[in-house]
């Protein structure tokens, strides 16, 4: 009811996040109800360490809910597999690790998910500065990038990042009404 209402406000997509790891066929009933073009699931990972088989540490980002309050235990990478299967259309990818550092995204996720899945990812979390959009992208292999902090607080313009993106050879329209 609550995806169909957005809709009809004018949305044109819907992100899912919580909901879509408590109750995984949701995010498959939805996709059927609405099109995949319009689900979005977002997964908010973080790094963490667990023993691995040999005895060491190993590295495994493991997927948050409720603002990266809640850990589910899922691994990131596993988990974007599934939401695509389960027929979202787009995934955006909020470090927990970066989120608000401004230090940039957080390369590794970003590119291994990527690798993974055939649907668009939008890197979320660790903007900085126009450079760390066009990280995203190129090294990131992001289809895109999303930024608050840069804009809200007039760090950058949307035209300034969106030039110095296009100078690093990612392709970016700019309206030059703006």
């Given amino acids: 009811d609550d995806i169909?209402?957005?809709?009809?406000?004018?949305?044109d997509k819907v992100s899912i996040n919580s909901a879509a790891c408590k109750d995984p066929e949701f995010v498959r009933q939805a996709a059927r109800r609405f099109g995949s073009q319009c689900i979005v699931v977002n997964i908010d990972p973080k790094r963490v360490y667990r023993p691995g088989a040999d005895g060491s540490d190993e590295e495994f980002w493991e997927?948050?809910?409720h603002g990266g309050r809640i850990s589910t235990g899922l691994q990131a990478v596993d988990w974007a597999q599934q939401v695509e299967q389960l027929g979202a259309?787009?995934?955006?990818l909020t470090s927990m690790d970066c989120d608000g550092?401004?230090?940039g995204y957080d390369i590794p996720?970003?590119?291994?998910?990527?690798?993974?899945?055939?649907?668009?990812?939008v890197a979320s979390g660790g903007a900085g500065c126009p450079?760390?959009?066009?990280?995203?992208?190129?090294?990131?292999?992001?289809d895109a990038a999303l930024a608050a902090?840069?804009?809200?607080?007039?760090?950058?313009?949307?035209?300034?990042?969106?030039q110095i993106m296009r100078s690093r050879g990612v392709p970016v329209r700019i309206d030059e009404s703006i």
């Fill in 4 to 11: 169909r209402e957005m809709l009809r406000a004018g949305s």
């Fill in 63 to 65: 997927v948050h809910i």
């Fill in 89 to 92: 259309g787009e995934i955006v």
């Fill in 131 to 142: 450079d760390h959009l066009a990280d995203a992208i190129l090294e990131g292999k992001a």
């Fill in 101 to 103: 550092t401004k230090d």
């Fill in 109 to 121: 996720i970003t590119r291994a998910v990527n690798e993974k899945v055939t649907i668009p990812v």
């Fill in 149 to 162: 902090s840069i804009f809200h607080f007039g760090e950058y313009t949307i035209r300034e990042t969106k």
